[in-house]
């Protein structure tokens, strides 16, 4: 599996763990009820990388996953802590497999995740998704 791609397919729940954790997630405990759930995941996969790194790489983790939190929206900030990541697969190869075991379906396949009000998710086409308030409605 290309690293690049691999790390990619982590984003909705690196995104999800940060939204519940917030710059916490590496050292935080477990929200109540959140085992299982995207945030928990993104969370395994953030702090098993932050185990298997060195110093230098715990330094990175953490600076990336504070900016990522502190913009949600900003899409450069993910993208840096993606890079942290692959960074850490570079040094690290046995830690795809240990990230992989924590991805639903061991990593293989399609996940799809709808998060936020008014999403969508899909696993393959299905034709029109119409979102929004009114959809349908006969009253104008």
Request: hydrophobic share 40%; net charge negative; aromatic share 2%.
């Amino acid at each position: 599996m290309a690293k690049a791609e691999f790390v990619q397919g982590m984003t909705p729940f690196l995104r999800e763990s940060l939204g519940a954790y917030g710059d916490g997630v590496l050292s935080g405990e477990a929200a109540a009820g959140a085992s299982g759930t995207a945030a928990e995941v993104g969370r395994g996969l953030l702090r098993a990388t932050y185990r298997r790194v060195d110093e230098r790489g715990r330094e990175g983790l953490e600076e990336a996953v504070q900016e990522a939190a502190a913009e949600p929206g900003n899409e450069d900030a993910v993208g840096a802590l993606r890079q942290e990541i692959r960074r850490a697969l570079r040094k690290h190869p046995e830690l795809e497999g240990e990230l992989a075991a924590l991805l639903p379906g061991g990593g293989g396949g399609t996940t799809v995740i709808a998060s936020g009000a008014r999403s969508v998710a899909a696993g393959g086409n299905i034709g029109i998704a119409i979102t929004g308030d009114g959809h349908g409605s006969s009253k104008r």
